[in-house]
């Protein structure tokens, strides 16, 4: 090999991947050359949306994340408890809180609320009309400002194969666990959790899992459930042990861009103990 042959080598290896045509990626029999398969990756086209491919009911989820001033913890749990009671006093909508919870490690001077609604978006389009026109509920809301330093919403879906979401007793901690995704790989995050979930089920530590519509999308969040820290710990070193978690969690770890967990402790008011 000569020593212009070879400097061509490396500047093609060094051209954008957007160079490459779709014919020096085929090999001469017409299948995929090895370059194609390392470079190039395929999302299988489908007639349905993921999100109803991964989740099968008409049950919105909503979640807000409110940072609050550190010397307002006080007054916006007052005036959170106060909008909670206003939404279930009407009995017309089926919207229901399902949890709040204030961080206990992570984001410190956070809190979480999870709203579940029956009926699709078509639900919580007539709740937000219903809310919007209640002043006790407005007026709670542009309070609620005051005491807060940033927040945000977010429109989740359940994943169809997480086991059914159950409120619990006693006292618990929990863990939210948020991934954020590289776009196109929800399919297969679906297609490994399916399996894995099935490792994660000895204690009843799994308590919801969803994953993002409006708001940041391919975001995925599962919230766990335990007694304690020693539980956790305890029931995490399980799963490893279990033969096929490690093959889990080696084909979705390549599918993550970023993530973080939170560990929470239900508010006074959260109907989730």
């Known amino acids: 090999m000569t020593f212009v042959s070879l400097r061509l080598m490396v500047k093609a290896f060094h051209q954008p991947v957007r160079a ?43 979640l807000h994340t409110h940072n609050i001033r550190p010397d307002s913890v006080g007054p916006y749990m007052d005036n959170y408890k106060k909008s909670v009671e206003i939404v279930s006093s009407k009995k017309n909508l089926t919207i229901e809180l399902i949890g709040s919870w204030s961080v206990e490690v992570g984001d410190l001077d956070q809190c979480l609320h999870l709203w579940r609604y029956t009926g699709g978006f078509e639900m919580v389009d007539q709740t ?15 309070e609620r400002g005051t005491y807060l330093r940033s927040r945000h919403l977010q429109y989740l879906l359940a994943f169809s194969y997480w086991p059914q979401l159950a409120l619990r007793k006693d006292k618990n901690i929990y863990e939210i666990r948020s991934y954020r995704l590289k776009p196109g790989t929800m399919i297969e995050w679906g297609n490994n959790w399916a399996r894995a ?33 020693l539980s956790r710990k305890e029931t995490r070193e399980s799963a490893w042990r279990s033969p096929g978690w490690d093959e889990c969690v080696a084909y979705t770890v390549p599918l993550i861009r970023e993530m973080h967990c939170r560990i929470l402790i239900p508010t006074e008011f959260s109907p989730t103990k």
């Open 197 to 229: 979930i099935n490792y994660r089920q000895n204690n009843d530590e799994a308590f919801a899992g969803f994953f993002s519509q409006i708001g940041r999308l391919y975001n995925v969040h599962h919230i766990w459930c335990y007694k304690d820290l």
């Open 20 to 62: 490459l045509s779709t014919t020096a990626a085929l090999a001469r029999d017409g299948s995929e050359s090895w370059l194609s398969k390392l470079l190039v990756r395929k999302i299988e086209p489908t007639k349905e949306s993921h999100s109803r491919m991964l989740s099968d009911k008409e049950i919105i989820y909503e």
């Open 128 to 142: 937000k009309k219903a809310l919007h026109d209640d002043p006790d509920y407005v007026k709670l809301t542009q």
